[in-house]
């Protein structure tokens, strides 16, 4: 869909429901960005099915259709409109931040609201993980990366899933697991296809970068 199709006040309403990733009055949205959605702007954005209103509700509650979602996933990637004001060319510049953070780390938009979504987990005393512990956790994350066997992930995306746990311990699992070829570990074969948060994530063996890790099938 063209962004010149959308008024700043509809792409402003459409981000604002997919910030809260919920349903919302027209209170809640005059709060968050200071209008309701009612009358011309409304219309369009439930005629173009991006937005479903609730009309029965008093005050009108609107929620984000799937290809409201997708049109907002897309601006994650979409190149600065020459009509866009300083703040929204400002809003955009980020969006391009998350949306090459997601791009490298593998993980989907749809994801990163679910995880918003769930609440937040009690306050635990540190467990300590041995040896075998980490190993296990490398290999659940891989699997929820994955999408058929023995395909190549980014470290990036593992470490993402295994952010809880000190990097000398799973650098240390990578090895032991790399060492007994229960894994593969490979450089990108492109540098130019690194992002920084690749770089980051980078596992050194041997002299040899690795960016890539696989499951050894037996």
């Known amino acids: 869909m063209e962004y010149s199709q959308l008024s700043v006040k509809e792409r402003a309403a459409l981000f604002a429901l997919l910030g809260e990733a919920r349903p919302m009055s027209n209170l809640e949205l005059e709060e968050r960005v200071g209008f309701r959605l009612v009358g011309p702007p409304r219309q369009r954005l439930n005629n173009m099915r991006l937005v479903e209103t609730d009309e029965a509700s008093r005050p009108f509650v ?31 510049a980020v969006l391009a931040l998350f949306g090459r953070y997601l791009q490298a780390t593998g993980v989907s938009l749809a ?8 609440p937040a987990p009690a306050p635990q005393e540190p467990v300590e993980s041995g040896p075998a512990d980490v190993e296990a956790r490398i290999m659940s994350a891989y699997h929820e990366l994955a999408p058929e066997p023995a395909y190549f992930v980014k470290l990036a995306g593992l470490r993402s899933r295994l952010a809880d746990l000190p990097r000398a311990d799973v650098d240390a699992a990578l090895n032991r697991m790399y060492r007994a070829q ?14 920084d948060v690749d770089r980051e994530a980078v596992l050194r063996i041997g002299g040899q970068d690795k960016h890539l890790m696989s499951e050894v099938l037996r």
């Open 62 to 92: 609107h929620e984000l259709t799937d290809s409201g979602f997708r049109w907002c996933a897309d601006q994650f990637t979409a190149q600065r409109h020459t009509d866009a004001g300083s703040i929204e060319s400002g809003l955009y």
């Open 182 to 195: 229960r894994v593969n570990l490979i450089p990108q074969s492109s540098p130019r296809a690194l992002s």
């Open 111 to 118: 994801d990163a609201v679910k995880v918003t979504q769930q």
